[in-house]
T-cell receptor, first 113, second 113 residues
Framework: NAGVMQNPRHLVRRRGQEARLRCSPM?????VYWYRQLPEEGLKFMVY????????ESGMPKERFSAEFPKEGPSILRIQQVVRGDSAAYFC???????????FGEGSRLTVL | GNSVTQMEGPVTLSEEAFLTINCTYT??????LFWYVQYPGEGLQLLLK?????DKGSNKGFEATYRKETTSFHLEKGSVQVSDSAVYFC????????????FGTGTRLTIIP
């Protein structure tokens, strides 16, 4: 059973470009979470999604950031018009419903030049 | 709101030394408590957890006891190894909430031979 798969592992963008980060949850997991880790800081919750639904987006910046988890395919975290402050590691986690445990991917490291 | 306060690092110990990483929390009700470990270049892995007061979580020689009276969940290991070098995160999940975790800032541990 493959773990949570994230890609790309590393992404470099110039200011103003768009970044798309993808996450495929573990097989059988219907819940996806996105976290952001700034350098030398802990993980900050961004958004929690189930298939075709955003359940909790209380940690998402109001502008430029969006997330989706379509019926088919991976979850996507999209950052428009990136700025240097968006440089961070973005981690995706998945869980089966009601399990109480999150399984994390290896993260996508975004660098904005 | 929920918060987790962790002992600041970095922490450097010699092999076979005793380890304590302090963690205290603020939450309403009785949250579940977790320790996650992040090895270099990897995602987070669940190390251990406790779901109610006085529970002791343990794994790979690490232990942590859920202390409601002191709102703490300190991580301990009697004899550390070089392979324990990693960043350790304390986290909580509120009772009745979704699986969203609130993380501490992480403690970087380096074990020298």
């Amino acid at each position: 059973n493959a773990g949570v798969m994230q890609n790309p592992r590393h992404l470099v963008r110039r200011r103003g470009q768009e970044a798309r980060l993808r996450c495929s949850p573990m097989k059988g997991h219907s819940h996806v979470y996105w976290y952001r880790q700034l350098p030398e800081e802990g993980l900050k919750f961004m958004v929690y999604l189930q298939k075709e639904n955003i359940i909790d987006e209380s940690g998402m910046p109001k502008e430029r950031f969006s997330a989706e988890f379509p019926k088919e395919g991976p979850s996507i975290l999209r950052i428009q018009q990136v700025v240097r402050g968006d440089s961070a590691a973005y981690f995706c986690a998945s869980s089966p419903p009601g399990s109480g445990e999150l399984f994390f991917g290896e993260g996508s490291r975004l660098t904005v030049l | 709101g929920n918060s987790v306060t962790q002992m600041e690092g970095p922490v450097t110990l010699s092999e076979e030394a005793f380890l304590t990483i302090n963690c205290t929390y603020t939450a309403t009700g009785y949250p579940s408590l977790f320790w996650y470990v992040q090895y270099p270049g990897e995602g987070l892995q669940l190390l251990l957890k406790a779901t109610k007061a006085d529970d002791k979580g343990s794994n790979k020689g690490f232990e942590a006891t859920y202390r409601k009276e002191t709102t703490s969940f300190h991580l301990e290991k009697g004899s550390v190894q070089v392979s324990d070098s990693a960043v350790y995160f304390c986290a909580l999940r509120s009772l009745g909430g979704n699986e969203k975790l609130t993380f501490g800032t992480g403690t970087r541990l380096t074990i020298i031979p």
